[in-house]
């Protein structure tokens, strides 16, 4: 019955089923799980002879004056102003370059408005207020909308708060009354939990603030129990299945050790020797590898797949563009190039999509004639097919979706598979987060490597930054500026990378060689200027955030990242390992007129630090684990309203409740377990398969 589409309730047609249906929200179901984004007290309004300016409030007030008008410095920018009162006092209110406001803004009309104080003029302002317009006739009480905590919704299109709110009320007013609850009842009493119908109740129309909370994390609790029960499901399924199992030593390993110009750091030695403990056994690894930028992690997998080589097998490393495709078979293909394998060389092979002897790696990976296959996606392709694939490597994991991580390894006979990431999860996170892989971390650079200075400017100090990376290419280094985006935005007041490289190469840098790269560019183009900088044809590299994992040139010394606030930290710290990697000083000069505590923060920790785990640290703190790790991470996105990080004692008490219910009743057979039963099959269609093999 919840299964219902939505298009069943009153007051839904086609177009809004249509709207909500782009927010994921198809069945009566989906709707009560359509949680609010923030709530409002509005059983007591805030005065506005008391508001502090700095301060975030709600308040009540009708508007007296106002209007629109253009932008003096630009006409097609207009700026919406009203005056409000609540009898305290006035306080005006503006919106900027929201033309349809005027339809809004009458004289005479009450609203709910919800902002941020500040002073302009000597005068109290709110800047883009959201707003709720109100009936003001007391004799008709609106119980859903005033005098009680309200829930503000994400709207879909063609909706309001008011008309949202009322059609989730009448939803829950019809369907919990006949809702089961999904959590079996002991697991619940055992850990305090509100039952399903009262929490999705409290959860949209809190009766106060205590209940409110409970609900919270009774619907919390519940999602990290689903997602830690798939995960510790599919950790078990995988330890009864049958892999296989290599030799360890031979050969072809200490034969590459040796030619290394290096020797491996302790950390390498150490998840080396991890690897091999999986690879040797007949259960297939599932092993996730972290570790910074320049850590050396493919040294690691290289060294992997010579294990499965020297055992008569294959391998295949999967990159996520075609640029870090290339790279790595350049280099992994120019380090093999010596040794010697049952009297041959090793072949090593390139798929990335358009190539023209694509038939002919076809048949030389089935006929086992490559030993190694290095490529994009398409290695996922359908119809090619590998002779005997042992060992896989899936580099930079959280670029590709779940999907398309789990085909990889049908393409051999449940091979070990190695996946790594150069962003670091901190450790007790990972570990929950990853409830299904095994970990391994490299957590130290090879020796002689110094520490990068990153630095920060406004834009108004620019030229010293331009001065700095000026040095750097006069010692024949080269560097990299990188821009937010390609096309300039003068709405936000940002350069990009198109235009900037025109003009660089014209004033600032027209004593050197400039290339382009981004990613409107043709695969082939972007291709050339990298090769073209790698072969130091060119002095500085003007790009997007496409140069973001994993290039590998260590002669380039200096980054400028512009409009550094509109990066996120990690993506900062990927940004700043594509310097550093080699025996020089580098510089990373951040330009930036960020005005908001959080980029503030962020910026201050990259200047700060350049150790990966700490950065990722701080970058959960201040963005929260669902921007951090991306939508496409597995199982986060079933995360709606759970928080791993505010919540970590509660992850771990679902996962352990979740350990417990697999050891008691595997299958859920107990009549208790039926419906958390039919609800997963209906929510992970892979759950069946699991239960099956299970
Ligand atoms: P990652 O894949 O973690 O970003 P790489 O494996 O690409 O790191 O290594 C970065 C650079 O450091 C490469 O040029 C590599 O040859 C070099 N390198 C790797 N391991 C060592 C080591 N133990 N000592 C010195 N240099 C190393
Ligand atoms: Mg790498």
């Not at 690894?285 to 992997?304: N, Y």
């Not at 049952?342 to 790696?361: C, H, N, P, T």
């Not at 296959?373 to 359908?382: F, P, R, V």
């Not at 057979?669 to 419906?675: G, I, V």
Request: aromatic letters at 8%.
């Amino acid at each position: 019955m919840q299964n219902t589409l939505i298009q069943y309730l009153k007051g839904i047609g086609p177009k809004r089923a249509k709207s909500f249906q782009s927010r994921g929200v198809s069945t009566i179901e989906d709707l009560l799980y359509y949680f609010p984004r923030r709530y409002e007290d509005r059983t007591n309004f805030a005065r506005i002879s008391e508001l502090k300016v700095g301060q975030i409030y709600t308040i009540k007030a009708k508007i007296i004056s106002g209007g629109q008008r253009n932008s003096w410095r630009r006409r097609s920018f207009s700026i919406s102003e009203v005056s409000v009162t609540d009898g305290s006092g006035k306080l005006s209110c503006i919106w900027f370059n929201q033309p349809y406001m005027k339809e809004y803004l009458k004289l005479g009309n009450s609203m709910i408005l919800y902002g941020k104080i500040e002073l302009y003029n000597d005068k109290l302002q709110m800047n883009n207020p959201e707003f709720e317009f109100i009936e003001d006739d007391l004799s008709s009480p609106d119980s859903l909308n005033i005098g009680r905590i309200v829930p503000i919704y994400t709207l879909p299109k063609g909706f309001s708060q008011r008309s949202i709110r009322s059609l989730i009320k009448n939803a829950l007013d019809e369907f919990l009354p006949k809702i089961n609850d999904v959590l079996p009842y002991d697991l619940r009493s055992r850990n305090n939990l509100l039952n399903l119908a009262q929490s999705l109740l409290n959860i949209h129309f809190p009766q106060d603030e205590l209940y409110q909370k409970q609900a919270h994390t009774r619907l919390s609790f519940e999602e990290f129990f689903i997602f830690q029960f798939l995960l510790v499901l599919r950790k078990l399924n995988r330890k009864q299945k049958e892999g296989i199992a290599h030799r360890a030593s031979g050969k072809l390993v200490d034969d590459f050790l040796s030619s290394l110009p290096f020797k491996l750091t302790a950390a390498q030695e150490k998840v080396f020797s991890e690897i091999k403990m999986n690879m040797s056994s007949p259960q297939a690894m599932q092993r996730l590898l972290q570790g910074d930028v320049g850590s050396g992690k493919t040294v690691v997998a290289t060294l992997s797949c010579l294990v499965a080589i020297q055992n008569g097998h294959q391998a295949a490393i999967m990159a996520p563009t075609e640029i870090l495709a290339r790279q790595h078979f350049n280099k992994i293909k120019s380090q093999l190039s010596g040794l010697n394998f049952s009297g041959r060389k090793l072949r090593v092979g390139l798929l990335v999509g358009q190539d023209k002897d694509k038939e002919k790696i076809y048949q030389d990976v089935k006929s086992g004639k490559i030993d190694l296959l290095i490529g994009t996606h398409s290695l996922l392709q359908e119809d090619l097919s590998f002779k005997c694939l042992s060992f896989i490597v899936i580099d930079e994991q959280h670029k590709f979706g779940v999907g398309q991580r789990a085909l990889l390894p049908k393409k051999g006979n449940n091979p070990d598979v190695l996946i790594m990431t150069a962003t670091p999860i901190p450790r007790t996170l990972a570990i929950t987060l990853y409830g299904d892989l095994d970990i391994s971390v490299i957590n130290q650079l090879p020796m002689g490597r110094i520490p990068i200075k990153t630095l920060l400017f406004s834009s108004e100090g620019e030229k010293k930054a331009y001065q700095i990376a000026k040095e750097e290419l006069n010692y024949g280094h080269q560097a990299y500026i990188i821009y937010p985006v390609i096309e300039e935005s003068y709405a936000l007041d940002i350069a990009g990378a198109k235009k900037m490289f025109s003009h660089l190469k014209e004033t600032e840098f027209k004593d050197f060689r400039l290339g382009l790269i981004h990613g409107k560019l043709k695969a082939k183009e972007q291709e050339e200027t990298m090769s073209k900088f790698k072969n130091k044809e060119l002095d500085l590299l003007v790009s997007t955030t496409i140069l973001e994992v994993g290039i590998d040139i260590s002669n380039a010394t200096c980054m400028i990242i512009a409009s550094a606030e509109r990066f996120g930290l990690s993506q900062l710290h990927q940004l700043r390992g594509r310097i550093g990697r080699g025996s020089f000083q580098s510089y990373c000069l951040l330009i930036s007129d960020g005005q908001t505590d959080e980029s503030k923060m962020r910026l201050k920790a990259m200047a700060s630090s350049t150790d990966g785990f700490y950065i990722a640290e701080e970058d959960l703190k201040i963005r929260g684990p669902g921007e951090f790790f991306g939508n496409r991470q597995h199982g986060l996105a079933e995360l709606r309203i759970a928080d791993p990080i505010t919540q970590m004692q509660l992850l771990k008490k679902a996962r352990e409740e979740a350990i417990k219910l697999l050891e008691q009743d595997p299958k859920l057979e107990s009549r208790a377990d039926q419906l958390l039963k039919s609800k997963l099959l209906e929510r992970f269609p892979e759950y069946e398969k699991l239960m099956l093999v299970g």
